[in-house]
């Protein structure tokens, strides 16, 4: 055996494991851990996750970077300006849609419309909604992924068409409290509404014969999520899964 075949060999104790008799990725822990390390190893997400990733002249700032600024301002208590605050937000926002590929400005007008939508809500009620988005019955999903007000014609000369962003309104609140919560159980709150995820979950739906949900919709999309959770006995979080899901079937639909 030569290294190429033991390497390739080596690899093997590697491998994501299958649900058997499928050809679904199992929801455990372990397939999880590879899935991340992948995901932190990977080039073309270093950044994302580097909170000292401050923007620059060519760089706008990791999601990261404006999270954990975000979270000086509305958990440990750092003083901000109106202004200063709405500078972070503008950070959070770009950041989250450049690094998502959520294309918030394709209709002309979200980024500026959604950036300005996030400054009105009062800190106070921003936290109240990211700690408990059962209690608050998701609202902010549902007032960020409102339809845009779109007034101009694009580069074609058609005119832009309002747009609902509601994988973005998942992935800000997915980040927003994934840093803004760290360490604690309100860490994990909002499931990412994610184009592979709804391709895939019908799959688990159908092996773990649970309830079917409409998941064009993000509060049975979450609850979808969490049924198959419940039902495959997954020690694995939201984000976990989410992970593991987008990891293993975007190259596979």
């Keep these: 055996m030569n290294l190429i075949q033991k390497e390739l060999e080596k690899s093997k104790e590697k491998m994501l494991t299958i649900i058997p008799g499928t050809e679904l990725v ?3 822990p372990d397939n999880v851990a590879i899935v991340e390390a992948m995901i932190q190893n990977d080039s073309a997400y270093l950044k994302t996750s580097d909170k000292q990733a401050a923007p620059d002249k060519k760089y706008g700032g990791s999601t990261a970077y404006w999270m954990t600024r975000l979270k000086d301002v509305l958990i440990d208590g750092v ?3 109106d202004e200063k605050y709405h500078e972070i937000l503008t950070g959070a926002v770009e950041a989250v849609d450049r690094e998502n590929s959520t294309h918030l400005n394709s209709d002309g007008v979200g980024r500026e419309e959604i950036i300005n ?6 800190r106070a009620k921003l936290i109240e909604c990211l700690k408990d988005p059962d209690g608050t019955d998701l609202w902010l999903i549902n007032y960020i992924s409102e339809a845009t007000h779109p007034t101009g014609k694009s580069q074609n000369g058609n005119m832009y068409k309002a747009r609902t962003n509601v994988s973005f309104a998942s992935k800000f609140c997915h980040y927003a409290c994934f840093y803004l919560f760290e360490g604690e159980a309100e860490q994990d709150n909002y499931s990412i509404f994610d184009y592979v ?3 895939v ?3 688990y739906i159908s092996h773990y014969r649970i ?8 509060s049975e999309y979450r609850k979808a999520v969490d049924d198959i959770l419940r039902k495959a006995n997954a020690r694995i979080s939201r984000n976990g899964f989410d992970h593991l899901l987008w990891y293993y079937f975007k190259g596979r639909l």
């Design 26 to 28: 199992s929801l455990s």
């Design 211 to 218: 309830k079917s949900w409409n998941l064009d919709d993000y």
């Design 117 to 122: 939508r996030i400054y009105a809500i009062s």
């Design 197 to 199: 995820l709804r391709k």
């Design 79 to 81: 003083s901000a300006t």
């Design 201 to 203: 979950l019908p799959k």
